[in-house]
């Protein structure tokens, strides 16, 4: 499996935020998006989740399962917030992901037991999710990760509110995604401690096509 | 689908209760209609069908608001939206589930209400039959004045107004079915049938309509 | 009972009224937002035209 | 398929924002100084010519009423058009125009109902009748409203502009009903007699004034709508401007 | 403290806020009734002073429970707290705002759906009258409803149940105000007073116990 | 002016989190609080500001202005949220702040203007707060520490978030801080670039006194 960028670029609001992005991951492959505050890294990774219309260039995905409209339904997305009810325990949170997001083909999840003490937070899945600290629920966030199978993660900021133990948890976490085939693509300030991974550096401020408003 | 419907089910009796206070503002307004026209019972009876009709719209319009903002905040909405399962069946599930627990009990209750109201047996039975075929429509329309409000902050009473004007048909033949099984010259069924076909008519629409909204809102 | 000619007089005065509470406003909003705009020209915000600058992968 | 794109382009190339804002400084103080001119003689026409022998002086309301109340169901019409070409040819001066317009119809649709009603406490004795034109106006004002406090909310038109054209044509059913209600349903509400297929059936005398004043009217929308265009567009190059702040802001470092 | 009445102020004009919402939302649930109950001129003004109650009541309760909610999801509320000036002031100020912004144009808005309603000009007079005396005290006794929704970390259908059964009386008495201001025989000061006392005494237990709440909330 | 903590201790829930913590700050001192996640660094820190009651032990201000009640009068919060409304402009909510807060005798608050600059994000004040990314918004919740003047900050996680840049800067605006003799106490899990603080270290979990419900 390949996931293709080519010539990709956004806007948010009216504005262009990046122009002109294509990068290639193959399987195994991780790619950490770097680049100061308001450059545009968010952004990018929530469009190749699908979740913003790119205003010019393709995302495909070669050789993945045939019946597949957009690479993001092969993808996990973990952004800023949790996709977590502080209300539900911890327990029927990921089991209601479980079930809801299913397996992608080639690949099956973790049951809730393996997938909690993998991010190393055995015995206090009965709480509700609102009384965890908030890298506890970060790392309940990652748990999702593994109850679903999906072959392509993309994660903004993963271990923001993370300790220093957590940090190589994860790495761990994602250097085991990437032996079984997986794709990682990551949004950082701080080094995730993946040895393979390539860089794509953000610049930000690619500035201004004319503007739909203005003179050209 | 049923660990969705399970688990809105599980939010909306747990957290901030949607389904209590759908029911109670719905007594609430039945109760209060009789210190307006007095006790005159006569007139109670009669009004009582379309009382209990727009109790029942403005109970099911309480909280909806809610149905896709919740999930947006803690960013659920954005994996919903990245599944392969249509999203329009994501949609749909989750009007079922609100319907269950909003609009199910205003239905069960308002035999209860019928009778303050002196309505006989056979109209609370006809009003309530109206409201169980009924309800869901309202649910459905209001599911995409959500969609259209969900990116906004206070986006509450918004998602009613754009809802209320659509849900007026849905009212007029609710209503206009309970009297013509009251009133014995007028036939009951055909407006019975016409609501149900609107019902049945939004129960697709609705969720296209909000699957749609849904998708151009996500940023 | 208000005499006809009453009915008449509101009828216009409401009209002018509000006819000229529309004009009024969409001249104000006009000036203001020309005011904004000269006031982002004179701190230095400006469309320039497009650099191309991007990010790379390595 | 490539013609049709290429049509497009012209289209909106001779509709760009620039352009468009050229066009009406142009074109706004002849129109505004026309609307004046219109007004003064139907104002002077509509005081000089004879009350009805009906309804005496309340007449001279329809002068106001009737234009006011043709003007709010085109200015719907308008955002209509307007809300097709945001969906169809994804124009961006078609929101420009439909957000524009939705006050100035709303300021018209309630003077229909201002003056209907004071016309209608004199005629019909009572100031408001749950009958289908008057209904179906008053939703019609709503919509408005519901519209106009829709766009405020939405802060960023790209994605609210398609969101608010589909309401506008949801909303669109309402306007044949408020023009054949009086027909379809009978009602309190005086039948057409101008625009009507065999002709007007009113008399001259009333129909100058009203004709000038339907004019009048229409031309004050016309200059409104133009100038309320231009704040949106002016309006939305602040809004730019002001994104490209932040996003070069705390950069220079 | 004006700066904080300020600022609710902007915020509920400013995005997809109260203030105008309400007044629309309001105008829409009037102009949905008659759908309901028939276009009868007698019998609307006959229950046009409880439909109007009921509308405001819905429109100041709708959206009351996000008050302090919006305040703590994104961390304003823990500042609040946190202050010299006593808890119980920032409460009152907010309802206060949450009030004029919301409470006030429905009472303005009033004599118009009125008049939609065909009440005669001392009914409109009576009904904006108690609307102003008792709209406040919705506010106050939402507020503790919504402090109590902040503070339980599982929601709770407490807070349903709490806000509407308190907010009954002030429906009941401001209804039979009106009426007793309609029917000549009822004195129509007494209700009025109550009314008054009720929002009087919200206003001062309202907010101490909606401080109360909020300060066990917080954790 | 001096902090004092005495012995605190606190519960979250049922279980107590830590205990007996005791330390004394004096002006211009800091202390960095680390430790594991869910070790009891937010809830030290809502402890100290007065959000959550303390189970045991005392805090207390030596040589501070004789009118207050608690310490948390004179304190800044920074907590994971940001405080902000995104529909008003940063101006807007600054200025709010800075006119409820008030200035705590002994000093006063920088103007918006300057509190902008100092977050390196002039000319953007008049921008709605939603439009920043991240990293701007987390800036700006910071010169909200500098338009109120309050001698002590409590500050968790100040730093996520945010780029390397923005890192630095930080670390100026404590240091200058430090400087006219205020207090400043932050949890976080990565370096901040404090010269003079001292460190707590939280172990998390002091456990089992019991519990309320058991036996003891
Ligand atoms: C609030 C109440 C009223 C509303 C909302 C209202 C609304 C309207 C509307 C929408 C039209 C345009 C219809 C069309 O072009 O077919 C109209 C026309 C007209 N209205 Fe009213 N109306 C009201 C009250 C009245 C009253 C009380 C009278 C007089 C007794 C009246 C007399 C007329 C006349 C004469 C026309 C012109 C019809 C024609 O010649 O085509 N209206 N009104
Ligand atoms: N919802 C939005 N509407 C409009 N503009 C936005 C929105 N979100 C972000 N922006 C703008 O887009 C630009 C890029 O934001 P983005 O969130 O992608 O940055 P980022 O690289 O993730 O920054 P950070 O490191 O701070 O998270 C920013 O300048 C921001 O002002
Ligand atoms: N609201 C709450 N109710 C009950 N228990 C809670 C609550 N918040 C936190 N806890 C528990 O208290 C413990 C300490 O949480 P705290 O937030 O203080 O940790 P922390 O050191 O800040 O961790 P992190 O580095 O992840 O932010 C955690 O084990 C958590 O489960
Ligand atoms: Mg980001
Ligand atoms: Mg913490």
Known sequence: MRLLAEGLSARRGEDLIFNDISFALGAGEALVVTGPNGSGKSTLLRVLAGLLMAEKGR?????????????????????HRNAMKRELTVAENLSFWKNFMGDSPGGSGRNLVEAVEAVGLRGIAHLPFGYLSAGQQRRMAMAK?????????????????LDAGADKLFAGLVNAHLDTGGIVIAATHQPLGLERARQLQMTGFVGIDGGLWHDA | MIALFLRDL?????????????????????????????PDLNLLARIGPAILWIGALL???????????????????????????????????????????????????????????????????????????????????????????????????????????????????GVSAVYAAIEDPAPFLPPLMILAAITLFFAVIGPVAAAAALRHASD | MMSHAAYVFASYGIATLTVAGLCLWVIADGRA????????EASGVRRRSAEASTGEAR | MSENSLAIRKFSDLANPTRFLALADRVLPWLAALTALFFVVGLWLSFTTEGDYQQGETVRIMYVHVPAAWLSMMCYSVMALAALGTLVWRHPLADVSSRAAAPIGACFTFLALVTGSLWGKPMWGAWWVWDARLTSVFVLFLMYLGLMALNRAMDDPARSSRVSAVLVLVGF???PIIKFSVEWWNTLHQPAS???????????EFLRPLVVMAIAFTLLFFTLHIAAMRNEIWRRRVTSLRRLAARSAGREM
Not at chain 1, 146 to 161: K, M, N, S
Not at chain 2, 66 to 89: I, K, N
Not at chain 2, 132 to 152: E, H, M, Q, R, Y
């Open chain 2, 10 to 38: 599980k939010l909306s009796i747990r957290a901030g209760g949607g389904a209590m206070i759908g029911v109670l503002f719905f007594m609430t307004v039945v109760a209060v209609i009789p210190f307006g026209v007095g």
């Open chain 4, 194 to 204: 101008v625009l009507r297929l065999d002709g007007p059936t009113i008399d001259p």
């Open chain 4, 173 to 175: 059913v309402n306007i």
């Open chain 1, 59 to 79: 995302l495909k995905l070669e050789n993945g399962p045939p019946e597949i409209r957009h690479p993001s339904e092969l993808s996990h997305y973990l952004g």
């Open chain 2, 59 to 173: 109970a099911s319009l309480l909280g909806l608001d809610r149905l896709f903002q919740a999930e947006r905040e803690d960013g659920s909405l954005d994996l919903m939206l990245m599944q392969e399962t249509p999203l329009l069946v994501t949609v749909f599930v989750k009007c079922a589930a609100h319907w269950a627990a909003t609009g199910l009990p205003l239905v069960i209750a308002a035999p209860l209400l019928g009778l303050f109201m002196n309505m006989d047996a056979l109209a609370i039975g006809a009003t309530m039959l109206t409201l169980l075929v009924g309800t869901p429509a309202i649910t459905f329309i209001g599911a995409v004045g959500a969609a259209v409000a969900v990116s906004l902050p206070r986006g509450g009473l918004l998602v009613s107004i754009l809802v209320l004007p659509l849900a007026i048909p849905v009212l007029i033949f």
């Open chain 3, 33 to 40: 937002r020309q005011r904004e705009l000269r006031e982002l």
């Open chain 1, 145 to 161: 990760l593994i109850v679903a199978y999906r072959p392509i993660w993309i994660l903004d900021e993963p271990t923001a509110a």
